[in-house]
């Protein structure tokens, strides 16, 4: 019978994949700091040239996107199956570490099928040469290894070890991809403390060390991991910086700029044309930006305003894009042909104009340093409506879809500019779609008699057939939410009765529902403050934590027969926990 589920499992995971092999990717070949960049830097590390020559966006963003592009490539797979792959891979870890707590087998079937068929995976926003496609599977194996922790908690210590040391190379690379991996830690911590509960009161100090120390050990490899490319690009560049939007120098720049007093507030504009002035006035670094956030920053300029409807346009450089003009504008002024330089410019930009502000010719707040504004009280009320309506998008499923009107050229035929080809090249993508308002290039679209390619057919069969799941998924999982918490808050509500404790899948549910609200939190502030953040983009690792909330709290509320609770072995001193 298991072997039954699992090869019916397996079967399904197959069509997936060839389903999701068959869509587009989604190019935007003219994102230069996003799609384009990965790819960009992708090539350069094929090359043996690390991340490539330095400029104002070499260390802008973390490494290990373009690393797996870069594998994907040598391995002669399509990024997109390779993406595809990781997420399935994470799934089964986790539904396979929650099997004894399951009961049954069909029922850890049905979970990883759940999350397998988790229709925003393939919504359109998320089929871009972007971080998200690693990100969200590397979020799942992150549940996944503390799972594990736990099913292991009396395994021999040689076992336990290699699990520590794969969660933290798991943390390693969840740190590389993305800039704000803080939003997992309350998870981590909750985490953390359930199973100190559990520990304390079945093993005593003893069994709390062992756990600290292969915490340790978890720890130093993701040091470990995160120093190896810090080292790399010290070596390359001159600089240990991970992300230059982290540098010291540079958050404290921007700090210093943004610090600065004005009349009355633009929403979004962090430093406005008039503090700008007054800051060229004072400070020499500043006035060697002037011309380049001037006409150059247009771009910048214009982005903001399209995106916030703002008309007749202002003028102003919103949030999302002042980091990227700032760094444009030192470029444009010769401070990004070399790392050190950069960090030295913004480190006395930083100075001069904290200068100016402790003299007095400068109308500031208190110092500051990093690009987040400073807490208001008026935002709180706006952020917690937007931490509703991120909710409801997440409970919702908006915004989700698989394109179906494919495009297809040969790698030559293309007449965008190099980076389509290049994109096309790297991914192994034969078809792809284009984001609104980017010029058709395409030379051979159709066949002869506007019959559609066949693998253009392909990816409308593939499109329609996940759309249906996509609108399965869209009427159930709201009701599935409301039955969750409920089903969750009357499982604590009876253990606490019956003063025991809480089933372990309870436990998944609350760190699962925890690191949902975490992310929804952070996105909702970054919508009030600085960018729009509520998209199936940003959202894309609450997704799949979303249907584990749902699946884990509904299975600790009707338990099925023969499900194990957590038993931990401190008896045998060859056990891992019995130090």
């Known amino acids: 019978m298991v072997r039954g589920w699992i090869a019916a499992c397996a079967a399904v995971a197959v069509v997936w994949l060839l389903l999701m092999a068959s869509l587009p990717i989604l190019a935007m070949p003219r994102a230069a700091l996003d799609d384009a960049l990965f790819v960009r830097q992708a090539a350069y590390l094929l090359s043996g040239q690390w991340l490539g020559p330095y400029d104002h966006s070499t260390l802008a963003k973390g490494p290990f996107y373009p690393m797996v592009i870069a594998a994907s490539w040598a391995a002669g797979l399509p990024l997109m199956v390779v993406q595809a792959l990781a997420y399935a891979a994470a799934c089964w870890a986790l539904v396979r570490g929650l099997r004894p707590w399951l009961g049954r087998e069909g029922v850890a079937a049905g979970i990883f099928l759940l999350l ?45 070890l290699a699990l520590a040391a794969g969660l933290g190379a798991t943390l390693a690379a969840f740190w590389l991809t993305r800039e704000e991996g803080v939003w997992i830690l309350p998870s981590l911590l909750l985490a953390a403390g359930l199973w100190a509960v559990v520990l304390g009161r079945a093993g005593g100090l003893r069994a709390l060390r062992t756990e600290a120390a292969l915490a340790v050990v978890a720890a130093a490899v993701a040091v470990a991991g995160v120093g190896t490319v810090a080292l790399a690009n010290r070596a390359v560049y001159g600089v240990a910086d991970i992300v230059e ?56 300029v ?115 500019p190099w980076t389509l080809p290049v994109i096309l090249d790297l991914t192994g993508a034969d078809l792809f779609v284009l984001a609104a308002g980017t010029p058709d290039p395409i030379a051979h679209n159709r066949l002869a008699g506007g019959q559609a390619l066949p693998s253009q057919q392909r990816a ?54 925890a690191a949902v609200g975490t992310r929804a939190v952070l996105m909702a502030y970054l919508e009030v403050v600085a960018m729009p953040a509520i998209n199936p983009l940003y959202l894309s690792p609450a997704y799949p934590l979303l249907l584990l909330f749902c699946a884990a709290a509904i299975g600790a509320a009707i338990k099925s027969p023969g499900a194990q609770p957590i038993r931990v072995d401190f008896a045998d001193p060859a056990r891992g926990v019995s130090a």
Request: positive net charge; contains cysteine; aromatic residues 8%.
């Open 460 to 513: 409308a069969l593939a499109a329609g057939l996940l759309d249906r799941v996509y609108g399965l998924y869209r009427i159930v999982l709201p009701w599935a939410v409301v039955a969750a918490l409920a089903g969750l808050g009357w499982h604590l509500a009876r253990a606490l009765r019956g003063r025991r404790a809480p089933d372990p899948l309870a436990a998944v549910a609350l760190v699962a529902l």
């Open 245 to 300: 939007f982290k540098q010291d120098a540079f958050t404290g720049a921007y700090g210093a700029l943004s610090r600065v007093r004005h009349a009355a507030e633009t929403p979004y504009v962090p430093v406005p044309r008039t503090v700008l002035e007054q800051v060229f006035a004072v400070s020499p670094a500043a006035a060697e930006l002037r011309d380049g956030l001037g006409a150059p920053a247009d771009k910048f």
């Open 116 to 160: 397998l068929l988790n229709p925003m995976v393939y919504a359109t926003a998320n089929l871009r040469v972007m971080r998200e496609g690693i990100y969200v599977p590397l979020t799942l194996l992150v549940v996944a290894g503390l799972v594990w922790w736990v099913r292991l908690a009396d395994a021999r210590l040689r076992a336990r």
């Open 302 to 416: 214009r982005a903001g305003c399209a995106v916030y409807a703002v008309e007749p346009c202002d003028g102003e450089i919103r949030a999302a894009w002042f980091m990227w003009a700032l760094r444009q504008a030192a470029a444009d002024a010769g401070h990004h042909t070399e790392a050190r330089d950069a960090s030295a410019f913004y480190g006395r930009l930083a100075d001069e104009v904290d200068a100016a502000c402790a003299d007095g010719r400068l109308d500031c707040g208190p110092p500051r340093r990093g690009m987040s504004p400073p807490f208001r009280w008026d935002t709180a009320w706006p952020t917690v409506r937007a931490t509703a309506r991120a909710l409801l998008f997440i409970a919702t499923l908006e915004g989700g879809g698989a394109p179906r009107d494919a495009h297809s050229c040969r790698i030559d035929d293309c007449r965008e």
